[in-house]
């Protein structure tokens, strides 16, 4: 069956820290992939997206690679600040077009001053 | 960019009663999403609303359980009917940026149901 992995515990990171997340999927060929930020009772906000012909993207403090042979992204947030404090969303091309996509549950981060 | 007002924002329903959602985009866009997030769960795709057809379902949705209308480029409403405690979710509305097909997602704030 298809599979958006996650990290279910929260990433509690002190200040000034680099956060690294995990997104695993199994069963999916995605020709991209995106993620979100999402703070409680607000809609998800876009970050970044990588191709599957990119190995990594960085935007400001955020950077995010994809490996399409260990079927895995990682998310990572540099010099991280306690505004960084949300939860972060994978969400991946399900290969039908139309901007379609399946989401991971989400791995929340708490940065600690 | 896109600014999405989804009305309500939340509400309390009794079981087998129906509710509509409205998602207002202040742009027009070709395709509106709706999404289902329920507690611990992960963004779940409901339905594509395209203006002028009949919306898309994903596999486990039907129309007859969520209702969808698309009346023009800025609009539309999904309806959750004959409620259960189970429908009790936050469903959010949501449209492409960009002109490319791998756009990213502008969301609005959801709606927060609760079924009793």
């Known amino acids: 069956s298809q599979k958006i992995e996650q990290n279910s515990e929260a990433l509690n990171i002190q200040e000034g820290k680099t956060a690294t997340l995990t997104c695993n999927y199994t069963n999916y060929s995605p020709a991209y992939l995106q993620w979100y930020r999402q703070d409680p009772g607000r809609g998800p906000v876009f970050l970044l997206l990588i191709r599957e012909n990119e190995k990594e993207k960085r935007k400001e403090r955020l950077k995010v690679t994809f490996d399409t042979t260990l079927k895995q992204s990682l998310f990572h947030i540099t010099a991280s600040q306690p505004a960084d404090s949300a939860t972060y969303l994978c969400?991946?091309?399900?290969?039908?077009?139309?901007?379609?996509?399946?989401f991971g549950k989400g791995n929340q981060v708490v940065v600690i001053p | 960019s896109a600014v999405i007002s989804q009305k309500p924002s939340r509400d309390i329903c009794q079981r087998g009663t129906s509710l509509t959602i409205q998602c207002q985009v202040d742009?027009?866009?070709?395709?509106m999403f709706w999404y289902r997030q329920q507690p611990g769960q992960s963004l779940t795709l409901i339905a594509t609303?395209?203006?002028?057809?009949?919306?898309?379902?994903e596999s486990g949705f039907v129309i007859d359980k969520f209702p969808i209308s698309r009346p023009n480029l800025t609009f539309s409403t999904l309806t959750v009917s004959n409620m259960s405690p189970e429908d009790s979710s936050i469903y959010l509305c949501?449209?492409?940026?960009?002109?490319?097909?791998?756009?990213?997602?502008?969301f609005g704030e959801g709606s927060r149901l609760t079924v009793l």
């Open positions: 949501s449209v492409v940026g960009g002109g490319s097909n791998t756009g990213e997602l502008f």
């Open positions: 609303a395209n203006q002028g057809s009949e919306a898309t379902y």
């Open positions: 969400a991946l091309d399900r290969g039908y077009g139309n901007n379609r996509l399946a």
């Open positions: 742009s027009q866009v070709t395709m």
